[in-house]
């Protein structure tokens, strides 16, 4: 066997590994949204503003492509073919491209997202069909309203909903004084650290995964002008 034929066979292998690791991430990615998508069915039929449920619906799709991309890394890799390697390799460029442009946006525009999500919640508290949700969210969370107990003032003409309060009446007069959104969006914070380092480590492993697949395309296209 040829130098040009090991150096080939090791990236090859070292691809492969790289790119299982990146599925196996994926599964992992997908595996934490599910999970917060069931302990946040209470309120499933509250806005997608919701910051639990959004972050649920974004590990699911995140980890949804990175299976799909690292599945096909992978068979890149085996079948040592430049059409599928290209392929992976304009995929995984473009989702790191996303990444980062969705990380610099949330950064920038974190105030105005926060703005915008509370005023989505609150013209949902005058949804009948939302009520139950509401309920749910703040016995679970022990809270009152979006921002302050007084937004309930506007939609039940100056009450509290029983669900405000701790003991359950059937008039609520000095609800919770912490606000939902902010409670949801710190339990959220709480649980995050961990799925951010998981995050750091995918994303290291898509930069080597883009490198190891560059390579590899490079090597098999001199190989193929070698046999040429």
């Not at 599928?84 to 304009?90: D, H």
């Not at 949330?106 to 009948?128: N, P, S, V, Y």
């Not at 749910?136 to 509290?160: A, E, I, R, S």
Request: with cysteine; net charge neutral.
């Amino acid at each position: 066997m040829s130098a040009s034929q090991r150096w080939l066979c090791c990236v090859k292998y070292l691809m492969f590994v790289f790119n299982l690791i990146f599925w196996l991430g994926g599964c992992g990615l997908f595996g934490v949204g599910v999970w917060l998508s069931f302990t946040q069915a209470e309120f499933s039929s509250l806005p997608v503003s919701f910051p639990s449920l959004s972050a649920a619906n974004l590990l699911l799709v995140a980890g949804g492509v990175t299976m799909v991309t690292g599945f096909l890394g992978c068979l890149g890799a085996l079948k040592e073919q430049r059409c599928l390697l290209m392929t992976f390799f304009v995929i995984l460029l473009l989702l790191v491209l996303t990444e980062v442009t969705l990380t610099l946006v949330l950064h920038i525009f974190r105030k105005e997202l926060d703005t915008h999500a509370q005023d989505e919640l609150k013209k949902g508290m005058f949804d009948e069909g939302l009520r139950k949700s509401w309920d749910n969210v703040q016995k679970m969370f022990k809270c009152c309203g979006v921002t302050n107990k007084t937004d309930w003032y506007l939609v039940t003409n100056g009450t509290l909903p029983s669900s405000c309060c701790s003991v359950r009446t059937e008039q609520c007069d000095d609800g919770w004084s912490e606000p939902c959104y902010q409670k949801a969006r710190q339990w959220l914070l709480d649980n995050i650290p961990s799925v951010l380092m998981f995050g750091v480590c995918i994303s290291i492993i898509q930069i080597l995964a883009l490198v190891f697949s560059l390579l590899m395309y490079c090597q098999i296209m001199c190989a193929e002008k070698y046999l040429d």
